[in-house]
């Protein structure tokens, strides 16, 4: 971990376009386990009856589709504000928990890179710049391209969602719609740090599972979760 | 409605919602902890939170998931653990996740 280097020899973060192309090249194959995803979105939001125009709008400046897909589905028309206002700031909460272990790289970033980058946050690029970071990287240009690799292929999916929305619909529970979940799952094994991440991960997923028991239906046990897990590592100590 | 190129005003209010909420959980974690300096505790503790908030997002979704949800990512981890490779892991356990939903 970073940890163990000493600070005054540690090289300084830098955001090249070598560091892009190195995130983009990254992500491009976690980009196969987004695209069911973002055809669902784009479908869902041809069903409540989004414009093209406002489907890439919604696509491009929200990006975070598990909210999207809350707020789609308690949709009305005219369109309501409190709900999917609160659909977007409740289930993508969790963000707030990456800034932070990003800081390494964000603290370095200047004006529109740092707004940016700040954008293309998504659970797919912070894993993977995490797993970087964790190899001594120092590009946050890395960040930045996992994130417009994915933000891309997001808006493409998405927006063949939208225009085939009318002649092709999948029913909800269709395996394709796996490859989300499959997404996340397959970034848990590099993720995985040795015996130390026992406590964390156990804690992680028992306060989950009672927290989703607890308050069905809001993505609280998320946060919950991952807070009671590195707590508890945390407090056993050491790195 | 449903027209391509349309921009609804409610629509649009909404998405501007949605968009400002979301930055702001993108952004305001890190706003909020970069004044601190990390301490030895919570080092360990941001160390340890990307595994963790992974496995609190998986654990509920497979235990409400059935037989599909749990083969589909059984084959995943060990494609990933074998290969290294999360494609190859995406692919596998999306393809055993619909072998699985076509036997049912």
């Known amino acids: 971990m970073a940890e163990t280097e000493p600070p005054a020899a540690a090289p300084p973060v830098i955001f090249t376009a070598a560091g892009i192309r190195h995130g983009m090249r990254r992500a491009a194959w976690l980009t196969i386990g987004m695209a069911p995803f973002g055809l669902a979105v784009g479908m869902l939001s041809e069903r409540h009856g989004l414009s093209l125009a406002e489907t890439v709008l919604m696509n491009a400046l929200v990006f975070a589709g598990t909210s999207q897909i809350v707020a789609l589905e308690h949709w009305s028309h005219p369109a309501p504000l ?111 740090r040795g015996r130390r991440d026992l406590l964390p991960w156990v804690v992680a997923g028992i306060v989950a599972l009672l927290v989703a028991r607890v308050a069905p239906g809001s993505s609280w046990y998320i946060i919950a979760g991952a807070l009671a897990g590195s707590l508890a590592a945390g407090l056993r100590g050491g790195a | 409605m449903a027209g391509m190129m349309g921009l609804e005003g409610a629509t649009v209010a909404a998405i501007a919602a949605m968009a400002v909420a979301t930055y702001a959980c993108r952004a305001g974690g890190y706003w909020l902890l970069r004044r601190l300096h990390p301490s030895r505790f919570l080092r360990a503790m941001l160390a340890a939170l990307p595994g963790a908030l992974f496995i609190a997002f998986v654990v509920p979704a497979l235990a409400a998931g059935g037989a599909m949800q749990w083969a589909g990512a059984a084959a995943t981890l060990a494609m990933v653990a074998a290969t290294g490779n999360v494609a190859l892991g995406i692919i596998a356990g999306t393809g055993t996740a619909w072998v699985v939903w076509a036997l049912r």
């Open chain 1, 82 to 192: 409190i709900g999917p206002l609160v659909a977007a700031f409740a289930v993508n909460l969790r963000m707030a928990l990456m800034g932070p272990v990003l800081a390494p790289w964000l603290d370095r970033l200047q004006g529109w890179r740092k707004l940016a980058t700040l954008h293309l946050v998504v659970d797919h690029s912070f894993a993977l710049s995490v797993l970087e970071m964790q190899r001594g990287g120092r590009d946050a240009g890395f960040l930045f391209g996992a994130g417009l690799a994915l933000w891309l292929s997001w808006l493409a999916a998405s927006t063949v969602g939208r225009l085939a929305g009318g002649v092709l619909a999948l029913p909800a529970g269709h395996p394709l719609f796996f490859a989300a979940l499959a997404a996340i799952v397959s970034l848990l094994v590099p993720l995985w």
